[in-house]
C-alpha cells in the first residue's frame, strides 16, 4: 500500500512558517503531507543554490511540490533540478513579468538594499511584507504564522523576489491565484486556475477549495 501513497511537500510563502497549511488535509490512503521550512540562506547565496539545497529536504522520488508566493517562485526553482509527479504554484507569479511595477522599480533603483528590515521584530511590517496587507484586527493569527523574522533571511528573499528572472511560466506547473490578490495582481492572466474571492493568504481562509481539488489536479493527467 506505501507504494501508492503520493508524497506531498508544501512550500509556505515569504517569512511564514509550514503552520499556514494546517487546515489542509487531503486523503491519507493515498497522500502523506510533508512541511517545508525556510532555512537561513548563506552569504550571497543564489536563489539558483538555496533551490538545491531546499532538494535534499525531499526524501521521496516523484513527489508533488506545492509552493506559495514567494514558496512558489522557489518551488518552481527547485523544479528545475529534480524530477516531480505535479508542480503547484499558489499565490505567486509565473515568470518576472508579472511583478507588479512596485517591485520592479525596487529592482531598477536597487532601493531593496535599504528596506529597513532590521524592523522585523514590527510584526505589522512584517505583515505587510508576506501578506501584502496590514495587521488590524489579526495580529495573533500573523505572530502565528509569521515567525521567520531574521534580517539576513528577509533581506534575501525580498532581493530574490524582485530579481527573480524567470522570463516564461512552467510549462509543467498548474498555477492557482486569487482574484483578490492584490499582492500579485497580474497572475490571474493567461493559463491559470482562478479561485473567486481568491486573496494572498486563501491558503489560509480557502483551505476548503483546496483540500476538495487539490487531489483532482493532483492526479489528472498532464
Request: hydrophobic share 40%; charged share 25%.
Amino acid at each position: 500500500m506505501n507504494n501508492k501513497i503520493i508524497h506531498v511537500y508544501l512550500m509556505p510563502g515569504m517569512a511564514a512558517n509550514p503552520s499556514i497549511f494546517e487546515y489542509i488535509k487531503l486523503p491519507e490512503d493515498q497522500f502523506k503531507i510533508h512541511w517545508l521550512e525556510w532555512k537561513i540562506p548563506t552569504k550571497n547565496e543564489s536563489l539558483e543554490s538555496y533551490a538545491k539545497r531546499m532538494i535534499k529536504d525531499i526524501k521521496h522520488d516523484n513527489p508533488v511540490l506545492l509552493g506559495v508566493s514567494f514558496g512558489g517562485i522557489l518551488v518552481q526553482e527547485m523544479s528545475k533540478h529534480m524530477s516531480l509527479r505535479k508542480l503547484l504554484v499558489v499565490s505567486s507569479v509565473k515568470s518576472h513579468h508579472e511583478l507588479p511595477k512596485r517591485l520592479k522599480l525596487l529592482k531598477y533603483t536597487k532601493a531593496y538594499k535599504i528596506l529597513p528590515t532590521q524592523l522585523v521584530s514590527n510584526v505589522d511590517l512584517l505583515a505587510k511584507y508576506a501578506f501584502g496587507e496590514t495587521i488590524k484586527k489579526r495580529v495573533e493569527l500573523y505572530k502565528k504564522y509569521l515567525s521567520v523574522n531574521d534580517k539576513v533571511y528577509l533581506d534575501w528573499a525580498i532581493k530574490e523576489v524582485v530579481c527573480w528572472n524567470q522570463e516564461t511560466p512552467n510549462s509543467q506547473a498548474i498555477y492557482i491565484h486569487g482574484d483578490k490578490d492584490f499582492v500579485f495582481p497580474h497572475s490571474t492572466e493567461d493559463n491559470c486556475i482562478i479561485i473567486k474571492g481568491g486573496t494572498h493568504i486563501m491558503i489560509i481562509n480557502k483551505y476548503k477549495w483546496f483540500n476538495e481539488n487539490l487531489p483532482k489536479l493532483i492526479l489528472q493527467e498532464s
